[in-house]
């Protein structure tokens, strides 16, 4: 279908919307209560594990063999003043372990015979390790807390597997639930100062979350398909709330600047569904390919992140083009009810803001000075990028002293190189090497500990016959820092080979987080080139059909790119630095987690695509009604400003209220997300688009010969001009 089809497609059905708002509100109730039907119908079926590679092929082998050792949960023992063989911190250990008796765990600790590893350099900690071979870690949990109240003079706490990572889980739950119920009141309180309306406000908060809705429940089916991971939830609503918002503001704006023109409401609306309604197919058809190619990275958490927002994006452009018509004609100029005199707004509704028409008109005076000075202070912001360092998650994405279970974890990873994570080496013979495969074994961890790859204690595990077996050695380094990077890579090309790799018939396979990480960010690198010409060639080529011309689509890529190098620019300085470590309230481990560049890079350019077309639509409008291209600019920049900052202002006090939390992932990402806003806000909206289009004057519609061919989608011609 042709863009002029869908176009008049996309008109047709805003009239019948408008014509009929009762027959479509409820066809758009009657999707979004039968979509939830169908994820209460089916559930949502969780990622269980987002491996690649080498790593997702050990815990295959895991899996299938039954390798898996117990886990550990872990009493941690403390004097700055007693020493482990003073009498007071004896009888802690030994009450300990003595409450543990009577469970269902293999103990471990420095009252055993060689039980010196259990003890810290300089003797002032101690551990006491409890395998979980059938006790609850609850139970276990609670008797070693028990015990700290009886020994004054030792501080006794408990961590381990199970407690550390529900502890970990929990308060990631907390801070998201926290986040996702202050951004509806948050995105209101913006919309009232834009708008002066309770009414107005409301309205794009309602489309949002009826998308958002609508898109969790169509997860349900997809995720059968699909996998879906945890962390999906969180983006669904916040890439939902913010093009949603977009969306209807973008209606509700133009409907009531064409009212306030003199137009009669329902020809207000007609021609809000001819322009607007085109704007939003384009926009949201921009952002769905950028998300789009997260598929080419082939891994099943950028699968599960880029199936989500393309289904939620989807589902706001198509409430933004067949219900919101139809609600602001049963509104009529009821959309203004509830105004608020002494809130002062945003006057989205005004064409010709006093401050924009000065900033504006200030640039178009001097373009080359404000191309020069706005370009200059991006590539500033952008330079510190190239020094962008990227790890996995570790249990440091959370701030550790408000959680007792990660804070003791980190004091024991601290004192005990053999607590770090850890590679889970597996392998499988044939049955007649089973005895070669135990040799070869033996040898591997003694040159894994030999070398400085690892640490003792490792822990060993075999299947019945001997024909699988397993080592999870303590990793050198922190197990996010190039040096266990490097063990992992030293262990697949060096070592393996050289011993169990060498047995005829052998599969080996190296996992674990650290080895996780490896594979995760050699898929990424790998398919990065991939997504970058998806996304800037299929965007060209969008860009170029709908506004007929070379220039704006190649402008338009190198000022959205520019908008993601500075935002890429501030998170390195922001969190791989520790300047701002007090005011964030973060610990840097010196990187970026490894999966945020590419993802924010999708976003963003789809975010920022999409205030680029709205705002590029009512300059090309002024363009097709005669304007000059300087008028038109001052047009098309003036009569949007209100709406971009509004929008803006949502997504970024959003987005800052998820760089709030606690962990360090979401951190990052909020920081980005509000970072690229502002600056795409700022400097690429207010400042390099309007003199860039300055200095390019007509060259701005240059179209080759070539492809005059091409559909023609322009809208309607705007009213007669007003004064800029």
């Known amino acids: ?25 409820a066809a758009w109730l009657a999707f979004v209560v039968i979509a939830v039907g169908a994820v209460v119908a089916t559930g949502i079926q969780s990622l269980q594990n987002g491996a690649v590679g080498e790593s997702a092929r050990g815990y295959r082998l895991l899996d299938a063999n039954g390798l898996w050792p117990p886990p550990d949960e872990i009493a941690y023992f403390h004097s700055n003043t007693l020493q482990v063989g003073d009498a007071p911190f004896r009888a802690a250990i030994k009450d300990v372990v003595q409450r543990l008796s009577d469970e269902q765990v293999e103990l471990r600790s420095p009252l055993d015979p060689g039980g010196r590893q259990f003890v810290a350099r300089g003797g002032h900690s101690a551990v006491v390790v409890a395998a979980l071979t059938g006790a609850d870690a609850r139970t276990v949990r609670d008797l070693i807390l028990a015990a700290a109240g009886a020994h004054p003079g030792i501080t006794i706490q408990e961590t381990g597997d199970i407690t550390a990572s529900d502890a970990h889980d929990k308060a990631v739950n907390n801070d998201l639930q926290r986040a996702e119920i202050l951004s509806v009141p948050v995105t209101l309180l913006v919309l009232l100062f834009a708008f002066g309306a309770v009414v107005a406000a409301i309205v794009p908060v309602v489309l949002a979350l009826t998308a958002v809705a609508a898109a969790f429940g169509l997860l349900g089916p997809i995720s059968q398909s699909i996998p879906i991971d945890d962390s999906v939830r969180t983006v669904v609503l916040l890439i939902g709330m913010a093009v949603g918002v977009d969306y209807a503001l973008f209606y509700v704006m133009r409907s009531r600047e064409e009212r306030r023109r003199g137009r009669p409401p329902h020809e207000a609306l007609e021609r809000t569904v001819k322009t607007s309604g085109r704007t939003v197919i384009v926009s949201g058809t921009t952002v769905i390919i950028a998300m789009a190619a997260m598929f080419l990275i082939h891994t099943k958490v950028f699968n599960s992140l880029a199936v989500a927002t393309i289904a939620v ?61 706005a370009t200059g202070l991006l590539v500033a912001l952008a330079i510190p990028a190239l020094g962008l360092k990227v790890s996995a998650p570790s249990d440091n994405t959370l701030s550790p002293q408000s959680i007792p279970a990660l804070r003791a974890l980190d004091e024991v990873r601290r004192d005990f190189p053999g607590a770090a994570e850890n590679a889970k080496i597996v392998a499988t013979v044939p049955p007649p090497r089973a005895d070669e495969l135990r040799k070869q074994g033996r040898r591997l961890e003694q040159l894994a500990i030999n070398s400085g790859l690892g640490h003792r204690p490792v822990i060993e595990t075999a299947n019945g016959d001997g024909t699988a077996a397993a080592l999870f050695l303590p990793l050198t380094g922190a197990g996010n820092n190039k ?16 011993t169990i790799g060498s047995i005829p018939g052998a599969q080996t396979a190296v996992t674990g987080l650290v080895a996780e990480d490896v594979d995760f960010t050699h898929a990424l690198k790998h398919g990065l080139p991939y997504v970058l010409v998806f996304v800037l060639f299929l965007a060209f080529v969008l860009l170029l059909v709908a506004f007929r011309s070379i220039v704006v689509p190649l402008k338009a890529i190198v000022l959205n790119l520019l908008s993601v190098s500075a935002a890429y620019g501030v998170l390195v300085l922001v969190f791989q630095h520790h300047w701002a470590e007090s005011l964030l309230g973060f610990t840097s481990n010196g990187s970026i987690i490894s999966w945020l560049p590419l993802f924010l ?20 409008e002024g363009v097709d009604s005669g304007m000059s291209s300087d008028d038109a600019v001052r047009y098309g920049i003036t009569a949007t400003a209100g709406v971009v900052t509004s929008a803006a202002l949502v997504m970024f006090a959003v987005f800052s209220i998820f760089g709030s939390l606690s962990s360090l992932d979401v951190k990052e990402a909020g920081v980005g997300l509000a970072a690229a806003v502002l600056i795409d806000a700022t400097i690429i909206r207010a400042v390099l688009l309007p003199a860039s289009m300055k200095l390019l004057g007509d060259w701005n519609w240059y179209l080759p010969r070539a492809l005059q061919g091409l559909p023609r989608t322009e809208a309607e011609a705007p009213p007669a001009r007003d004064p800029v």
């Open 1 to 25: 279908m042709s863009n002029t089809r869908r176009t008049r497609s996309v008109a047709t059905l805003g009239r019948w919307s408008a014509r009929r708002p009762k027959r479509a509100i």
């Open 313 to 373: 994006v989807a589902c706001a452009v198509a409430g933004s083009v067949t219900v919101l018509p139809g609600l602001l004609a049963l509104l009529g100029t009821k959309i203004d009810r509830g105004r608020i005199p002494l809130l002062p707004h945003l006057h989205t509704d005004q064409t010709h803001s006093r401050f924009w028409t000065t900033v504006i008109g200030a640039v178009l005076r001097r373009p080359v000075v404000s191309c020069v000075a």
């Open 483 to 498: 040096a266990s990077r490097h063990a992992i890579l030293a262990l697949r090309q060096d070592l393996i080979p050289k």
């Open 601 to 620: 890079f999708v976003v963003l350019f789809g975010l920022s695509m999409d205030y680029h077309v709205f705002i590029l639509s009512r300059v090309r």
